[in-house]
């Protein structure tokens, strides 16, 4: 029962102790279990699940319900796992992805398949990737930066409902790397402008959005004055920022 291993994983990752032993079990099942393999076509993924037992969509969220506070850092504050643990989330939310598709197309070939077909796991995913980008290790958020990038980019964005890019924003503006890391800064604000840029256009034409986005465009001027008033002109973080907010409003 996958319910009942995935408790037993996220109860063993609580200790320090155990928590690397677990994870190492974690990201060998998904080595194992999911297919490596780099293509979109359904019906050659689908010949790939046929060769040798795969994650189901039940498993794969079973163990993403663990990878995810790993990368959270819920278990006592540690992040130490979470690249790792966000290279594993990528690869069986792909493979999730793959699985819904697959199904979906076999009830109804004549169906239009969307990039996002679980909104909700594609929104847990999303908060996790956000979480290493800002990590105050530049490095580790980098890493972070680059998958949100992949996520949140490389869709269809109208198919993710308002609430849940309105969701992604929130957190964007209210959860950022400390100041003394400015370089995770630079990657969490451009990453917040690189979103406005694009979803404001496609929300702000819906009025019952207006308020969370004049709340939303406030929060990121505040961040903007944190940035510059904790550096000075020349230094990386003034000189992206100001670029930043260039972007944004012109």
């Known amino acids: 029962d996958w319910r009942f291993t995935g408790d037993i994983f ?10 690397g032993l677990t994870f190492d079990g974690i990201a060998s099942t998904i080595e194992f279990a999911v297919p490596d393999l780099q293509t979109e076509d359904l019906e050659e993924y689908e010949a790939k699940l046929k060769e040798k037992p795969t994650l189901s969509l039940m498993g794969s969220a079973s163990l993403q319900r663990v990878l995810f506070k790993l990368a959270h ?5 540690d992040q130490t796992l979470a690249v790792p643990a966000m290279v594993c989330i990528e690869k069986t939310y792909k493979h999730m992805v793959q699985l819904t598709l697959i199904k979906q197309n076999n009830e109804d070939p004549d ?3 969307e990039s996002v077909p679980d909104k909700e796991v594609w929104y847990k ?3 996790a990737l956000y979480s290493v980008c800002c990590s105050p290790d530049h490095e580790v958020s980098k890493q972070g930066f680059e998958a949100c990038q992949r996520h949140f980019l490389g869709i269809f964005m109208e198919e993710v409902p308002d609430e849940k890019w309105m969701g992604v924003l929130k957190t964007m503006t209210t959860k950022q ?18 979103m406005m840029v694009r979803l404001f256009p496609i929300m702000s034409v819906r009025e019952v959005n207006w308020k969370d986005l004049t709340e939303i465009t406030k929060n990121a001027i505040v961040i903007s004055d944190e940035n510059m008033q904790n550096s000075y002109k020349g230094e990386p973080l003034f000189n992206y920022t100001v670029k930043i907010v260039a972007n944004i409003y012109t």
């Open 125 to 127: 995913v999303a908060l």
């Open 111 to 113: 169906a239009d398949l």
């Open 10 to 19: 996220d109860i063993l990752a609580m200790y320090r102790i155990a928590r």
């Open 177 to 194: 790397p400390p100041i003394s890391s400015p370089l995770s800064r630079i990657n969490t604000y451009s990453l917040l402008g690189q």
């Open 73 to 77: 850092g819920t278990y006592e504050g």
